[in-house]
């Protein structure tokens, strides 16, 4: 069993549906939880970073971090053909210096 | 100013041939790390370098695989006697200050590899 696990998808929802990605995790050091988006033949660029437990909004996405659950989540709102691409969680045990464990990747299609 | 860079973007090898895949960090980044994805799956950490030092080959499938950074910019990755499962995009990403709570990786677009 993978560290860190995700629903592959496909995932298709219609322009301006609320949609909700997420990861569940095994391994407890793990603090740092990010959420990267990545476009076909491109490479995965940072959405949102969490320290910890906790929420984090910024504009049309929200990251929840769940510690106790070992749960992660994505909101997007509001969601827009642009936001079709592959969805990747990661998470790391520390800064500097520590490797990134990520999830398969969910593939978002939002359609118009 | 430039991303990381990744060259080349797409190779084709035979299986057996050696090949090497080069990444050019953010100018001034510290942390260096490469990362295999292979298709349909989450990018697989490989190696981390800090500075010209390899801190972390954990990663690495095999002793085929070796990867450089000696100057502590650009950095090699090289594959001998490449074999039908090391087709995949190789990833680098690089992170700049040490000390600081969290450390943005950025990533390069990746070089596709595929073998025959």
């Known amino acids: 069993q993978k560290e860190v696990e995700q629903d592959p998808g496909p995932l298709s929802v219609p322009e301006g549906a609320i949609v909700s990605l997420n990861c569940t995790y095994s391994?407890?050091?793990?603090?740092?939880f990010m959420w990267y988006r990545q476009y076909s033949r491109k490479g995965p660029e940072l959405l949102m970073y969490?320290?910890?437990?906790g929420n984090k909004e910024d504009g049309r996405f929200t990251a929840q971090v769940d510690k106790s659950s070992k749960y992660i989540s994505l909101f997007i709102r509001d969601s827009q053909p642009s936001d079709s691409a592959t969805y990747l969680c990661?998470?790391?045990?520390?800064?500097?210096?520590?490797?990134?464990?990520f999830g398969g990747g969910t593939r978002l299609m939002v359609k118009p | 100013g430039a991303g990381v860079s990744q060259s080349p973007r797409y190779k084709v090898a035979k299986r057996g041939q050696d090949v090497a895949l080069r990444c050019d960090p953010i100018?001034?980044?510290?942390?260096l790390f490469w990362y295999q994805q292979a298709l349909g799956q989450g990018p697989e950490f490989l190696t981390y370098?800090?500075?010209?030092?390899?801190?972390?080959k954990s990663g690495l499938p095999s002793d085929r695989f070796f990867a450089e950074r000696p100057e502590g910019s650009v950095s090699t990755l090289k594959i001998q006697r490449t074999q039908q499962e090391d087709s995949a995009v190789y990833l680098c990403?690089?992170?700049?200050?040490?000390?600081?709570?969290?450390?943005?990786?950025?990533f390069g677009p990746g070089t596709r590899l595929t073998v025959l």
């Open positions: 370098f800090q500075n010209e030092a390899q801190l972390d």
């Open positions: 990403a690089s992170s700049g200050e040490l000390g600081s709570p969290y450390n943005e990786q950025f």
């Open positions: 969490t320290y910890s437990s």
């Open positions: 100018s001034g980044h510290v942390s």
């Open positions: 391994n407890s050091a793990f603090q740092y």
């Open positions: 990661a998470m790391s045990a520390g800064n500097a210096g520590n490797m990134l464990t």
